[in-house]
Structure formats: C-alpha cells, structure tokens
DNA sequence: CCTTTATGGAACAGACGTGTTCCGCTATAG
DNA sequence: CTATAGCGGAACACGTCTGTTCCATAAAGG
C-alpha cells in the first residue's frame, strides 16, 4: 500500500497531528468544520487541504487510522487467551484507551463499517469467536447473541467515556464502572 | 404558557405532524435539512416556516414534546411502586416505546438538558430516587452511582434500538435482551 | 357567491462551508 | 548565500441551507 516516494519527516509529522486532531474534533462534533480542524492540529487550512484535497480524503484516512488502532487494541487483548468473558473484559480495557476514537466511531459507524474491517455481518470475527467461546464455557449468557454483546460493549464503552468527560470522575473509576455493568449485563443468569 | 387565543384544529394537526416527522427525520440524522423534515411530514418548505419560524423554534416544540413524552412514559412506569430493579425496568419498557425519540435524545442530548427536565447534576430526581430505594432494597449494585445507572438505561435503549433497525430482529425481542443485559448490568454481584 | 383560512411553489438574498489559486514568509540544506 | 520545502493568509467561485416575500390555488364557511 505504501507508495515507492518515502515522505518527508516533517510531512509524516504534519500529517499525523492533522489525523489526531481530526479524531479529537470529530468525536466531539461528527459536524465539525475542516476550519475546526486545521485549527485544532495548529495549521492552516490550506496546509489541510495540501495533504487532503477533499474531506473525503480526511475521512477515508481516518478510517484506516481507526482500523489500524482497534486491530492493534484487540491485539493486546490477547483475545484468544482465557475465558470469554475475561477476553472480553480485557478487549474492553484496551478499546476504553482509545478515548475520543470511541466517541468518533460510536457515532459514525459507517466511517469504520466501509473499511474492510468487520465485513461480516456487521460484527468482526475475532469477538464473535470470543462469544461463542464464553457460551461454550458457561462465562457469557447463551441467550446473548455475538452480534448484541458488540452493540452492548460499544454502547458501554461510549457511556463510560462520556461519563467521564461529564463528570468529575476519574479515569481508572470510569472504566472500572464500565467492566463492573458490563459484567453483569452478559453473565449467565442463575 | 397556553396563550390566549385558541389554535384551529387543522392547525394542531398540521403543527404536531411536522413535529412527529421532525423526530423521525432527526432521530434518524441530527443535520437533517428542514426541506428534508418537510418532505417528511408531507408539507412545503414554506409552511414549515409558518408555524416555526426559525429552525431553533422548532427545536424548542421538540424540547417540549420530549419532555412530555418522557414524563408520560415516568407516570406509567409508576416509578414508586415494587422494588428499585422492578421500577426501572418498567421504565425500560416505557422508554422503550418512544422509539426514533431515543436516537434524537441519545444523539442530542442538550436539546432536553437545557429544558427543565433534569435540571439537577445532569439526572432527574425521579430516577435518582429510585435508584436509592434499589441500594436500599439490594436490588441495584450499590457501587453504582445514580448518574451512572441513568447512563446504562440511555446507553442500552440507544444500543437497543438501533439493533433493532440494523437487525432483522421483532421489537419484543430486541426489548428482551436490553432488559436482560441492563438486569444483569444493575445486579448487586455476589 | 365571496371571503377567510391554510397551503404550495417560485424566487431571492444572505450566511456558511468547501475547494482552489496565488503570493509571501521562514527555515534548512547545500 | 541561495534554493528548496513547508507553511499561512487572502481572495475567489461554487454549492447548499436558511429565512423571507410574493403570488396562486383549494377548501370551507357565512
């Protein structure tokens, strides 16, 4: 994928505070003008627009930057260790590290969906493995679909994050209330 | 706040169908035009402008009508009665049946924060009770605060229903499993 | 029949975001 | 010192959404 003419250093520099800040900004306002942004990575939108002609070019760059974090979250997580509901448990922590990149793609999941990650039906392979290893293992309750226990891990993941920007709570009690209701919510009812 | 002089009826009508188009129409995507919100409720752009003269003015009637909408829904939950975990998750199912009002609320929140509704700390009083009386009846985790369990209820209705129209689920199903999990997520742990 | 009420459509001006071009500035490498 | 790379700002055209005005039409009531 990477073209034969290597980038300056400055470029690659450039180009990643522009993607940072896009994520920062974007996660806070999916509306957020190309303005916004410039001003947030501290350049001008002319630069912006030297290294992304159109806001497509942002966005398509932003996506691959999405799925080459979440790839490498879910890599830590060491999924296939363990039982599924600690796997999960231990995706959870790595995912709520992504801070602002959760609230980006909670609320625009197409810019993710499009990409070639999680083409299956709307849910990536690894987790859905991971579930059926916890109901195998009596650690998920059976009657929770893969696909419903990935809408209640993000839905989870954004309300701890947002939880935390609202509140004066501290980063390490947000993610622990996190786990905790999460934990609950896909346990095998007695 | 009623003024004075009364409203035709075709009037009211015309009225509360651009409102209920408006919360589809913006439930489904939050920059929606107010052409689009027209086409929806089946009237020119121009008489849109007739009853709500700015578009700020027609988030305002939205800001009411929500707030109506939720507290219909609060009164026939009977927040007071049964334990705590029974109480909300009767409010759950009530909730639930606001349908595209979730998403606006879930994706706009500061169009009912502002209004009076949940005027304290961001959690209205009726839910912080009841999630007190449930720390007192060992319905609800104790570890859980008030705020933070309102956050599950939103989180998990969003998630619900957008399963819902992602999924080729019924609405009781898709109902079912957010009790379950937000059941599961309050539970005090052994 | 004629007036009131409610409406839709065309047209317009203003504001705003976008994408582009052009020029000037600064720093660094040669 | 000079040439190049990288950047910022001003300016412009273009499209879209908004808010407004004006006029025509259809239905209902007196």
Redesign the interface.
Known sequence: MRVDTQESGTRTRTRQAIIDAAIEVLGQNA?ATLGEIAAAADVGRTTLHRYFAERSDLLKALSAEGVTRLNRAADNARLDEGTGADALRRLCHEYFELGSLLSLIF?EPQLIDDADWSERG?CDPQLSALVERGHRDGTI?P??PA??VQ??L???L???W??LA??HISRYEALR?VV????????P?S
Request: net charge negative; proline share 0%.
């Open positions: 509306t609320s709307g309750d009657e929770l696909t419903w809408s209640v993000w839905s989870q954004y309300a701890g947002s939880y609202d509140t209330l905790r209701t999460l934990s609950g919510a896909i346990a009812k």
